[in-house]
């Protein structure tokens, strides 16, 4: 079962000149591949993904059907890359990538952290600091969550939280030689005190004071 079904055309004529022409005329260039199947150019309705992209997060990880028009058929896909305008941040092609809900895939998913206002060290006057906003992970393709929830219920101040302290749920799994940080709870960088502030101030104009005098005397 698939999340997304898109329709797309199949694209007959290739290069630049051609795709500037398709995104001219509100036209998505794309390609899938992979599946001991054919490479097939397509093309999709710009509008209609590009509003996907930017309002689903769960997009990017989930299994999707794209249906292109003749006998090519249904196409159970992963949103494998994406070309990305440099100066408007806009999707310029997309590589989709054939599996079967029962492959392996490894795909990379948003940390949520959550519960953070019943955190012990947050009450505490501490900050959630993210080190690692995404994870690698290793699952079947039917089985991608759309994020890794972390429970920080029960973090204490100054707690270092690595990728060995995470419960991930069965059939999942995060490859890793280092056991990497993936958050913590710090206490927040503090402005110096007011009288400290100030008895630094007085110190300088004390100086100040004692190197005029000094250039003075040597004057005289």
Known sequence: MTDYVLEAELREDLGKAHTRRLRRAGKLPGIIYG?????????LDYN??????????????SMLEVKVKGKRGKNTVLLKDTQWDSIYDTPMHLDFFRVAGSDSVTVSVPVHPINVEDCP???AGGQLSVIR?????????????????IDCVAFELDQIVHIDDINLP???EVEHDVNFTILSIVEPKHAAEPEATEEVADE???DEAAKDSSEGDKAE
């Open 48 to 61: 209609e993904v590009a509003k996907i992209m930017l309002r689903d997060e769960a997009f990017y990880t």
């Open 121 to 123: 060290g947050v009450k």
């Open 35 to 43: 599946g001991d199947k054919p490479d097939l150019p397509i093309t």
């Open 170 to 172: 069965d059939g999942m």
């Open 133 to 149: 906003h995404e994870l690698e992970i290793t699952c079947r393709a039917d089985a991608i969550p759309d994020n890794v929830e």
């Open 204 to 206: 300088a104009v004390a």
